[in-house]
C-alpha cells in the first residue's frame, strides 16, 4: 500500500498531533509500498478561487501554481490518504482545508448519480481509494469530534473514497501537560499503522480502543489545571 499523509497541523510536531502522526508513520513503514508526508504549514499552498478552470478549461489541472502541485502527484499514486489535524473551531485546520477544497481539480463538471443514487461529479483523476483520519482535541468529550468527522466522511463520498477509520483522541491540553498518558494508545497507533498497511483496513477493536479518551474529565481536568496555572503565570508578566 502506497500512503499520503497530509498534516494539517499548525504546530507541526510540537502538538500531540505531530506525536500521534509519528506513532501512525512508524508503524505504516514496517508494511506499506512506499509513505509521502506533507507537513502543510511550511507550504505556501493558495486557497481556491472557485474560477473552476480546473473542470472547464484546463481539465484536472489547477491554474494556481504552488506547493499543491507535488501534492496533486502524491494523490494520483496513492492507495490512502492520512488526513491528520487538530481540531479548530470544530473542524479540520485551515491548513488542511486549504489542501482539500483545492482537490476539486480532481473532479469533470459533468453529473452522474453513484452507487447510493447521490448526485456526484465524475473524476479527471482520481483520489487514493481509502481515507484515514487523525485527530485530537483540546477538550476531553469524544464528541466535540462530531462536526469534523461528518465532514471526513463527506469528503471521502464526494471522491468516491472509503473511509478506513477515524481516530480521534481527545484531551490534548492535559495530553500536553502529562505526555505519558498519551503512551498507552501511540502504541495502538503504532499497531494501526502496520495494521492498516499489510491488510488496508483496521480492525473495529482496535479503533474502539483508540478512540476511548485517555483520561476521563475530572482526570483531565486535575491535569489541565496545570496548564491554567502557567496560563495565569505568563498573564502576570504582562501585567
Not at 23 to 39: D, I, M, Q
Not at 84 to 106: G, I
Amino acid at each position: 500500500m502506497r500512503g499520503l499523509i497530509l498534516n494539517g497541523s499548525a504546530r507541526g510536531q510540537k502538538g500531540v498531533t505531530g506525536k500521534m502522526l509519528d506513532a501512525l508513520t512508524r508503524g505504516l513503514l514496517k508494511a506499506s509500498a512506499g509513505l509521502k508526508t506533507f507537513e502543510l504549514r511550511r507550504m505556501s499552498i493558495s486557497p481556491c478561487t472557485g474560477c473552476l478552470s480546473c473542470m472547464h478549461k484546463t481539465p484536472g489541472i489547477c491554474v494556481l501554481q504552488d506547493d499543491m502541485s507535488p501534492i496533486y502527484e502524491a494523490l494520483k499514486a496513492s492507495d490512502l490518504l492520512v488526513m491528520a489535524t487538530p481540531l479548530y473551531v470544530d473542524t479540520m485546520s485551515a491548513q488542511l482545508k486549504t489542501a482539500m477544497d483545492r482537490c476539486l481539480a480532481c473532479l469533470q463538471p459533468f453529473l452522474v448519480r453513484d452507487d447510493t443514487g447521490r448526485v456526484r461529479h465524475p473524476f479527471n483523476w482520481r483520489m487514493p481509494a481509502k481515507f484515514l483520519l487523525l485527530s485530537t482535541s483540546a477538550f476531553p468529550e469524544p464528541d466535540v469530534f462530531a462536526a469534523l468527522i461528518a465532514t471526513f466522511r463527506a469528503e471521502a463520498a464526494n471522491f468516491s473514497s472509503k473511509p478506513v477509520g477515524e481516530i480521534c483522541i481527545p484531551g490534548s491540553i492535559a495530553l500536553q501537560m502529562e505526555p505519558e498518558l498519551l503512551d498507552r494508545h501511540l502504541a495502538l497507533l503504532e499497531e494501526a499503522g502496520k495494521v492498516l498497511a499489510g491488510t488496508g483496513s483496521i480492525p473495529e477493536v482496535l479503533l474502539r480502543e483508540l478512540n476511548t479518551p485517555p483520561l476521563d474529565v475530572e482526570r483531565y481536568l486535575q491535569v489541565a489545571a496545570k496548564y491554567e496555572d502557567w496560563c495565569r503565570a505568563q498573564l502576570s508578566k504582562k501585567g
